[in-house]
Nanobody
Framework: QVQLVESGGGLVQAGGSLRLSCRAS????????MDWVRQAPGKEREFVAG???????NYADSVKGRFTISSDNAKNTVYLQMNSLKPEDTAVYYC???????????????RGQGTQVTVSS
């Protein structure tokens, strides 16, 4: 029904920057909000940043001031600009989208396949 495809991950040195993208496609009537979560090896998945369809944003304390989430509603795409990266930011980053699928009566959350971000010290 709905597919999320992330891109932009990679290997970067500490202090560097990366920009992640996530595009939603499929039978979409509306997207309520999109967010980024991450999971490091041996750790629980954690919220990173989120944005509503109206543009309101929120961030985990650990990334405030370093990461910026934005979206292009016309393209059903969300971005995560990551600056001043630290080794502890190393994780697989996943995109989530709460989507109202065409002809559905309520929203469903979909998740992408993830993109690896590795920050070397």
């Amino acid at each position: 029904q709905v597919q999320l495809v992330e891109s932009g991950g990679g290997l970067v040195q500490a202090g560097g920057s990366l920009r992640l993208s996530c595009r939603a496609s499929g039978s979409i009537f509306a997207i309520n909000n999109m967010d980024w979560v991450r999971q490091a090896p041996g750790k629980e998945r954690e919220f990173v940043a989120g944005i509503t369809s109206g543009g309101s944003t929120n961030y985990a304390d650990s990334v405030k001031g370093r990461f910026t989430i934005s979206s292009d509603n016309a393209k059903n795409t969300v971005y995560l600009q990551m600056n001043s990266l630290k080794p502890e930011d190393t994780a697989v980053y996943y995109c989530n989208a709460e989507v109202l699928v065409r002809y559905a009566s309520r929203s469903t959350t979909f998740r992408g396949q993830g993109t690896q971000v590795t920050v070397s010290s």
